[in-house]
């Protein structure tokens, strides 16, 4: 059984900063990948960020630069540090894993919101 809980949202102003924690257990963790998405209100859902389990990183562009994912393996927990944030950065930030093989996210935590105010 996979699970992922999220942490570490909340409310912060533009050019501050946010680190995002999401805990995963179940196997998944040492073998699949894992990202970070979001959604804002009245939007659909995007990609933010994913890293394989050999380390590999991709980042959509509206937050490259600024975005850092990162994994702890001891911890078997997947961060996102947030940098410089901006007002369009306010969204629920989703964890999410995806079985080794797979392209397809399986496993999604609850969600952890932010916002960042102007």
């Known amino acids: 059984q996979v699970e992922l809980v999220e942490s570490g949202g909340g409310l912060v102003q533009a050019g501050g900063s946010l680190r995002l924690s999401c805990a995963v257990s179940?196997?998944?963790?040492?073998?699949?990948?894992l990202g970070w998405f979001r959604q804002a209100p009245g939007k659909e859902r995007e990609f933010v960020a994913a890293?394989?389990?050999?380390?590999?990183?991709d980042y959509a562009d509206a937050v490259k630069g600024r975005f850092t994912i990162s994994r702890d393996n001891a911890k078997n927990t997947v961060y996102l540090q947030m940098n410089n944030l901006k007002p369009e950065d306010t969204a629920v930030y989703y964890c999410?894993?995806?079985?080794?093989?797979?392209?397809?996210?399986?496993?999604w935590g609850q969600g952890t919101q932010v916002t960042v105010s102007s």
């Open positions: 179940g196997r998944i963790f040492s073998r699949g990948g």
């Open positions: 999410a894993a995806r079985p080794y093989g797979s392209a397809r996210y399986d496993y």
């Open positions: 890293l394989t389990w050999s380390g590999y990183t």
